[in-house]
Nanobody, 125 residues
Framework: QVQLVESGGGLVQPGGSLRLSCAAS????????MGWFRQAPGKERELVGS????????HYGDSVKGRFTISRDNAKNTVYLQMYSLKPEDTAVYYC??????????????????WGQGTQVTVSS
């Protein structure tokens, strides 16, 4: 049984930083590209970014470029989302997802096979 478990969410002030983790089990982790998504109330799910199976390639959504960094540790079956310079508009539930994707480029949405349960990030003073 595949499980993706996010952690690290919480309340942070504008301008602050937060690091999310996503621990994977039940799959061959380094066969999967990993993505981070977010969804705010009343808004559609948005791709935050993705990282290739090797960690050698990353892609980011325009709203987070230069502020967020995705990394992975295949030995620990874990992917991370480091968030800097957080803004109130970053407030959302953040989800990690796994795509069986070995190509360069960010996987299309329909290729994400597994999803975590999400972790809340709230940016507020």
């Amino acid at each position: 049984q595949v499980q993706l478990v996010e952690s690290g969410g919480g309340l942070v002030q504008p301008g602050g930083s937060l690091r999310l983790s996503c621990a994977a089990s039940g799959l061959t982790f380094d066969n999967y590209a990993m993505g981070w998504f977010r969804q705010a109330p009343g808004k559609e799910r948005e791709l935050v970014g993705s990282i290739s199976w090797s960690g050698g390639s990353t892609h980011y959504g325009d709203s987070v470029k230069g502020r967020f960094t995705i990394s992975r540790d295949n030995a620990k079956n874990t992917v991370y989302l480091q968030m800097y310079s957080l803004k109130p508009e970053d407030t959302a539930v953040y989800y990690c997802a796994a795509a069986n994707w070995v190509f360069t480029g960010s996987p299309p949405l329909h290729r994400y096979d597994y999803w975590g349960q999400g972790t809340q990030v709230t940016v507020s003073s």
